[in-house]
Structures are given as structure tokens and as C-alpha cells.
């Protein structure tokens, strides 16, 4: 079945970076799109970034267009997040998920972000 | 941006009981509206896409409907295992823009 396994995330100050991973198994990777999705108490469930099969397409969510990026490794079964700039709202968990026609079907358990000085 | 509201913030039922949530969109997403379910510590689970079509392994006492701005979210006969919070999302927008509502949790009366 459908396993994704996130990491990366940990405590950084304001201003730094982290690469996000999330490895995929169980389903051909290269057959799907996918997303990352974060979660705080204070915004809730928000999409921020989406990626075709291929890698060939990538969008953004406003908050984190030009400090984000999403990238993919198809012969790894990997899906990645490189996080710059980091600000203290960018402080949440974040998941990876297959995406179809924009719904998320398969979640990751997450890699929680903290941002604080 | 799409605004999702849902409504109520809480939901209190006793278990077998029935459970409505209600999700609005601030303009229309056609059917394209999911529905999510999360337990504490866990990732949403994915129950309706295309507003009322369950995804595999739902059972059908979760049941979705509705189009353009007006979504509902039917639970027949509460189980345990049904508390939790129940988010519902859009998927309407290309370019993407896709957004979640803040969510209804559905609480043991």
C-alpha cells in the first residue's frame, strides 16, 4: 500500500533553511503528482506547494512563492521541499501527499518545522 | 483566494447517533469539494472526493453532497472511531490555489 515517511524538520532560527524529504513507497512514484501540505494551530491546513509526475510543473502557494522549492527524484521515489527564509509563521507540520485533480489521497505522518530565535 | 467555512465549530453526538456538517465556499467549486477526517496525532484521512464519491475503504454511513457553494457531510450512526475533526477542502482552483476550511470536530456526547 501507499507509504510516505517524511523528514528534515527540526528547530531553526528565523532567516535559515532545512530541506524537507519524504520517501515514498508501495505505488509507482512516478505516476503521481504530488504536494506538500502544512498545519498550525494558528492557520490550519494550508497547500503550499504542488509538483506534476514528471517534475516538469511546479506551483506555489502566495505565502512561500520565491522561498520554497519543490523538487523530485523520480528513480528515488523522493519528493523534497527546500525551505528558505524562514519565518516564524512558517512554524507548523508538514505532510506530504499524493495528490489527484488537486485532492490530497494518501498522507504522510509529517515532519514537524519550528521556527524561533 | 476561495474561503471554506464550516459550521459548527464543535458537534456533540452520542454514539449511533447522526452527525451533519456543513462547509461553504465563498464562490462555487462546481463538485470539486473533499472531505478529510483527522484523529489526534494522526495525518487527515481522505473519506469524500468530488463532493460526494468515497474514497476506498469508507463505509457508507459517511456520505457527502452538494455543489457550487453548499457542501454537507453526513455520518449515520457515530461509531467511536468517527470522533475526530472533519475538514473539507476545494480543489476548484488551476493554478492551484487550494484551501481547507478550519475545520468541525466531532466530540463524544
Known amino acids: 500500500q501507499v507509504h510516505l515517511v517524511e523528514s528534515g524538520g527540526g528547530l531553526v532560527k528565523p532567516g535559515g533553511s532545512l530541506r524537507l524529504s519524504c520517501a515514498a513507497s508501495g505505488f509507482t512514484f512516478s505516476d503521481y503528482y504530488m504536494t506538500w501540505v502544512r498545519q498550525s494551530p494558528v492557520k490550519g491546513l494550508e497547500w503550499i506547494s504542488y509538483?506534476?509526475?514528471?517534475?516538469?510543473?511546479?506551483y506555489y502557494a502566495d505565502s512561500v512563492k520565491g522561498r520554497f522549492t519543490i523538487s523530485r527524484d523520480n528513480a528515488e521515489s523522493s519528493l523534497y521541499l527546500q525551505v528558505n527564509s524562514l519565518r516564524v509563521e512558517d512554524t507548523a507540520m508538514y505532510y506530504c501527499?499524493?495528490?489527484?485533480?488537486?485532492?490530497?489521497?494518501?498522507w504522510g505522518q509529517g515532519t514537524l518545522v519550528t521556527v524561533s530565535s | 483566494e476561495i474561503v471554506m467555512t464550516q459550521s459548527p465549530g464543535t458537534l456533540s453526538v452520542s454514539p449511533g447517533g447522526r452527525a451533519t456538517l456543513s462547509c461553504r465556499a465563498s464562490q462555487t467549486v462546481s463538485s470539486n469539494l473533499a472531505w478529510y477526517q483527522q484523529k489526534p496525532g494522526q495525518a487527515p484521512r481522505l473519506l469524500i472526493y468530488d463532493a460526494s464519491a468515497r474514497a476506498t475503504g469508507i463505509p457508507a454511513r459517511f456520505t457527502g453532497s452538494g455543489s457550487g457553494t453548499e457542501f454537507t457531510l453526513t455520518i449515520s450512526s457515530l461509531q467511536s472511531g468517527d470522533f475526530g475533526i472533519y475538514f473539507c477542502?476545494?480543489?476548484?482552483?488551476?493554478?492551484?490555489?487550494?484551501?481547507f476550511g478550519q475545520g468541525t470536530k466531532v466530540e463524544i456526547k
Open positions: 501527499t499524493t495528490s489527484r485533480k488537486g485532492l490530497m489521497e494518501h
Open positions: 477542502q476545494q480543489y476548484n482552483d488551476w493554478p492551484p490555489s487550494w484551501t
Open positions: 509538483i506534476s509526475s514528471s517534475g516538469t510543473f511546479t
